[in-house]
């Protein structure tokens, strides 16, 4: 049963487990990522029964705010440059 819920979790779209699905499938490959969001899961079960609290997802941005955008765009724009691309940001602007 918890792996049906993990498999369901990480295709779903903006929420906390396939977004942290995302993240670690790269890492570890499909198998360990599973288990690893069948083991949020189960983490997340258990605070709320001790807790006797509901559930409340963190949305598929989470990681984006935690890390703080200016350091993902560091890390991007790193990125690029190893790959031998040379990158001017200009934000957008908004109407």
Same mark, same amino acid.
């Given at each position: 049963m918890l792996g049906q819920a993990a498999i369901s979790a990480c295709r779903t779209k903006g929420t906390y487990l396939a977004a942290r699905y995302r993240r670690l499938v790269g890492r570890r490959g499909r198998r360990r990522a599973l288990v690893a969001l069948q083991h949020s899961i189960l983490i997340s079960i258990w605070h709320m029964f001790t807790r006797d609290i509901e559930?409340?997802?963190?949305?598929?941005?989470?990681?984006?705010?935690?890390?703080?955008?200016?350091?993902?765009?560091? !890390? @991007?724009?790193? $990125?690029? +440059? !190893? @790959?031998?691309? $040379?990158? +001017?940001?200009?934000?957008v602007e908004t109407t």
């Amino acid at each position: 049963m918890l792996g049906q819920a993990a498999i369901s979790a990480c295709r779903t779209k903006g929420t906390y487990l396939a977004a942290r699905y995302r993240r670690l499938v790269g890492r570890r490959g499909r198998r360990r990522a599973l288990v690893a969001l069948q083991h949020s899961i189960l983490i997340s079960i258990w605070h709320m029964f001790t807790r006797d609290i509901e559930y409340t997802d963190l949305g598929g941005e989470y990681f984006l705010e935690r890390t703080g955008k200016a350091r993902a765009t560091r !890390r @991007l724009v790193s $990125q690029l +440059n !190893r @790959l031998g691309y $040379q990158v +001017n940001l200009q934000p957008v602007e908004t109407t």
